[in-house]
């Protein structure tokens, strides 16, 4: 009697899918299955793609202990780190395209939770049954699902800095906000802007009691592909918030030692770019250490050990339920 095959590891780099015991299967992208056989006899790109899309509800995190360059005292010895999956555009026609660009692959009853969901409309169906190219983007829906991303991480942050205090100590977060889906997976130019305008109107729709526990909302490496008007608007929003968060534009590795700054203390929740359905780190697995931010957040911090479910079993036992009206439900 054989045993049976280890559960794959997806990944989305290419159309490589790497298995627990290292084997690698090229030409099928997207896939989980319990054998290679299976896996080629059962291949359905739709539903590969269709149980994607809620990961924009969903993110990993957890306390890490930063692995950074540089001498001790010049990096933030520990900290939160939160993987986010930003609005995914590789698939034509599938995905976060469906919402944003338009696909008659959504059908009604779905669209129309979505539409629920986000508060707004979703991107018309497209005149052919297949859109090859994006020649509409709704901003409204591009928009609304970046703040629920945008949401989620703040909501995550509150909520550590509040677990961080004590009767006698508050505790604000530091919030370092990477540009997610903003680089060579951009797929209009108005994105960035979006991506501010829906962390602006995250910040402020906060409750007042988890907004006080932000002290710094810090955009890394985005400043260039911003316009001044949207840096200003978030600028503007921080500071009609009572207390006051600071928002700042920087060039700062994640992990460097946090400006000194006068009390509350201050937390570092960081935040990288995940990959749904791959485990933390993607590309890390296959040893494409410097591929893009997901791999690098894995070699800079705990996150393939601690937020990997099969390494870290009780991961799955710590789920919380977060969002803007403050507090967790877990």
Known sequence: MTSPSPPPIPLFYRATLL?????MVAGMCYVAATDPDQMLRSYSPAAAHQ??????????????????????????PRGVIV????????????????????SKFLPEPLRAAYRRFF??????????????????????AYEARMRVTAELLLAEAADRAAQAGTQTQTIQAHVYVVGLGL??????????????????????GLAPTARARIGVLEFAWMDKAVSAAAREAVVEAGKRCVPRVDVVFSKRNPAAKLPSSPLPKRL??????????????????????????D??????????DLHNPLLNPGYLERIAVLGPWGGSLS
């Open 51 to 76: 149980h994607r899309e809620p990961s924009h509800s969903s993110s990993t995190a957890g306390a890490t202990t930063p692995a950074s360059r540089g001498n001790p005292g010049s990096f933030e």
């Open 268 to 293: 570092l929740v960081l935040s990288y770019a995940w990959d749904g359905n791959a485990f933390p780190g993607n590309e890390y697995w296959m040893g494409m250490v410097d591929a893009s931010g």
């Open 295 to 304: 791999p690098a957040a894995a070699c800079m911090s705990t996150i393939a």
């Open 119 to 140: 508060g707004c409309q979703l991107a018309p169906p497209p005149d052919s049954d297949h859109h090859h190219h994006a020649t509409f983007f709704s901003d409204a």
């Open 183 to 204: 680089g060579v997976w951009t797929l209009n130019d108005r994105q960035p802007d979006l991506f501010l305008a829906a962390f602006r109107k995250a910040l402020l």
């Open 19 to 23: 298995w627990l015991d290292t084997a």
């Open 83 to 102: 993987g986010l999956v930003g609005a995914r555009f590789e698939r034509v026609g599938r995905m976060d395209w469906q919402l944003v660009v338009g």
